[in-house]
């Protein structure tokens, strides 16, 4: 009886460190390629208008990513149909080659912040579509496919004060 009692404790806290936590989502890229027309869609479903949230954009990358940084395009449409686009840059190393992110080994991941203290406007979805931007340069034309990405997700949270 005593185990069943720690055991049911354990999982209650357990399961109270992430309470903050709405949504994370991932979807692999394949052969850890992300080509330049796959825009990837991430749907948050939402019936809370009044707490601020936090919205992340999870991206993991291994050793054969050859950039130090990372532009995303991010476009959030709400239930309504508004759209809001943002151009991003992101820091995936520093100066001296050391891959920024969280994890052992090759595969580091990093949590790129892209919305801060949203109250969502409406109850309903919305939609958030990811897609890469980069370029090499002096060029015009993006990257067909950017090698070493090989997960790309969203997490939303809830921002507690």
Request: glycine share 8%.
């Amino acid at each position: 009886m005593r185990n069943l009692s720690f055991c049911i404790l354990a999982v209650m806290f357990i399961s109270s460190c992430n309470s903050n936590i709405v949504q994370s989502e991932y979807q692999s890229l394949k052969d850890g390629v992300w080509d330049k027309d796959n825009v990837l869609e991430f749907s948050v479903e939402t019936n809370d208008t009044v707490q601020p949230h936090n919205i992340f954009i999870n991206v993991r990358n291994d050793t054969k990513y050859p950039y130090s940084n990372l532009f995303i395009i991010a476009a959030m449409t709400t239930p309504e149909g508004e759209v809001t686009k943002d151009t991003l840059e992101y820091a995936m190393a520093l100066p001296d080659g050391t891959w920024l992110g969280k994890g052992s080994g090759s595969v580091k991941e990093n949590k790129l912040w892209y919305k801060e203290d949203i109250v969502f406007g409406s109850s309903g979805v919305y939609t958030i579509e990811v897609s890469h931007a980069m370029r090499k340069n002096g060029s015009v034309t993006g990257i067909i496919g950017l090698e070493g990405i090989t997960d790309v997700g969203i997490e939303v949270t809830k921002n507690n004060p």
